[in-house]
């Protein structure tokens, strides 16, 4: 089995509200040396296949046609071996 770890990132040029808000509410606790914070997404997807090649086709796939919108983010990923329990 593989896994796949999928992490999606808005582009830097890309306003991130969620990340602001983050950002402000840190300076209110204190935390006034933070100068930004940006919003991710992390998606773990197991795969019931050994064929790294292949997951690696349906990871790209899943992200441009699903997790991640191309116009406003970026995604990166790793494949593992998932261990067996």
């Known amino acids: 089995m593989l896994q796949a770890?999928?992490?999606?990132?808005l582009k830097p040029n890309v306003l991130d509200p969620q990340g602001k808000a983050v950002s402000n509410s840190l300076h209110q606790l204190g935390y006034v040396k933070v100068v930004e914070t940006r919003v991710s997404k992390y998606i773990e997807i197991s795969f019931d296949d050994d064929n790294e090649q292949a997951v690696?086709?349906?990871?790209?796939?899943?992200?441009?046609?699903?997790?991640?919108?191309?116009?406003t983010e970026n995604f990166t990923y790793?494949?593992?071996?998932?261990?067996?329990?």
Do not use: S, W
């Open 5 to 9: 770890k999928i992490f999606i990132r």
């Open 56 to 71: 690696e086709e349906q990871v790209q796939k899943i992200c441009a046609d699903l997790l991640a919108n191309p116009n």
């Open 78 to 85: 790793t494949i593992e071996k998932m261990g067996t329990v």
